[in-house]
């Protein structure tokens, strides 16, 4: 069965930083891209960073400079370190396989900018 466990938010005053963490299972993470999304109240869910199969990265241009994404195979598990973080990047998080949905979303986690 495949199952996302997302950690690592909290509430953080704007130029703080945060560290996300995804723990996957029941799938071969090593074979997919992986990516974290974010959404808030309202609004569609944001694809926001992806990192392929052979660790090369991509962000959407509103975290770029801000955000690194990395994967640790052996763990499988996808990290979000994040930057600089403004009132904007405030949402829940989550992760998932880049180019097809696997399983069902985790719970995610939030992550609140405000001073």
């Known amino acids: 069965q495949v199952q996302f466990v997302e950690s690592g938010g909290g509430s953080v005053q704007p130029g703080g930083s945060l560290r996300l963490s995804c723990a996957a299972s029941?799938?071969?993470?090593?074979?997919?891209?992986m990516s974290w999304y974010r959404q808030t109240p309202g609004k569609e869910r944001e694809l926001v960073a992806t990192?392929?199969?052979?660790?090369?990265?991509g962000y959407v241009d509103s975290v770029k400079d801000r955000f690194t994404i990395s994967r640790d195979n052996a763990k499988d598990t996808v990290y979000l370190q994040m930057y600089n973080l403004k009132p904007e990047d405030t949402a829940i998080y989550y992760c998932?396989?880049?180019?097809?949905?696997?399983?069902?979303w985790g719970q995610g986690t939030q992550v609140t900018v405000s001073s």
């Open positions: 029941g799938f071969i993470f090593a074979l997919y891209d």
């Open positions: 998932n396989a880049r180019w097809t949905q696997l399983g069902s």
């Open positions: 990192i392929s199969t052979d660790l090369i990265a």
